[in-house]
């Protein structure tokens, strides 16, 4: 339930929730079971990006990818994660956190394989210039600059 608040505050719950990804097929399977609600842009945030963000038991909350200019970070508010990186799996719950800097090319994703919905907030900031590397798949994701559309790793996009 909605609660009544004037700005700067914010209801979470006001916001409207965006499911599954904007991926091409054939990736978008395992990200079906997320939905975001953007934070930030209803604050007016325009430096960096805040989403609160659902994932049902199965879902990821992305392919796994690393950004060439922009951080992550991520904070878990219920259930539990598995976040998964080169390094392998490690389970996070509720009140932990992970940071994923900036052209370190760990490909990293989050996986709900608890039979639970688990929530958590991921910021990052905006940089034009990001390209998303996936490691696992043949997906590229070029900078804003560069018209920020869906391509294989050769460069053609997808459609």
Known sequence: MARDVQPPALDPLSVASRQGSSYPEPFKGPVEGRSKRSLGEALGLTNYGVNHVRLEPGAWSA??????????????????ITL????????LAAGMAAGF???VADGHHL?????????????????????????DIDLFLPSRRNGQVFADKKGTPYR
């Open 63 to 80: 392919q796994r990818h690393w950004h060439s200019h922009e951080d992550e970070f991520v904070y878990v508010l219920e259930g539990e």
């Open 84 to 91: 998964v990186t080169e390094q392998g799996e490690q389970v």
């Open 101 to 103: 800097p900036a052209s």
């Open 111 to 135: 996986a709900n394989k608890s039979d639970r919905p688990a929530a958590y907030l991921e910021i990052g900031d905006r940089s034009l210039d990001d390209e998303v590397h996936y490691p």
